[in-house]
């Protein structure tokens, strides 16, 4: 879960796993795979590092990727 800023001020917490786009519309969008849209204040790249920080939080991402053909070289 990450925590953002509704357009009220109000926290809200938004299970990043669930979100499928999000837009500049001039305000930050977020559209969640069962449809629902949500206006927040955050900007979409603090947004997005919010998302990349939980991921790899929780493993689902990792911190470097390797190349494999630096491997055995």
Known sequence: MVTLTRLN?????????????????PDTMITLVTGKKIMVLE????V????????Q???LIGGTIKSLNSEGS
């Open 9 to 25: 001020g109000k926290p809200i917490m938004v299970n990043a796993l669930l979100i499928e786009t999000i837009e500049e519309t």
């Open 43 to 46: 900007p979409v790249p603090e």
């Open 48 to 55: 997005v590092a919010m998302v990349q920080r939980f991921l």
């Open 57 to 59: 939080t929780v493993g």
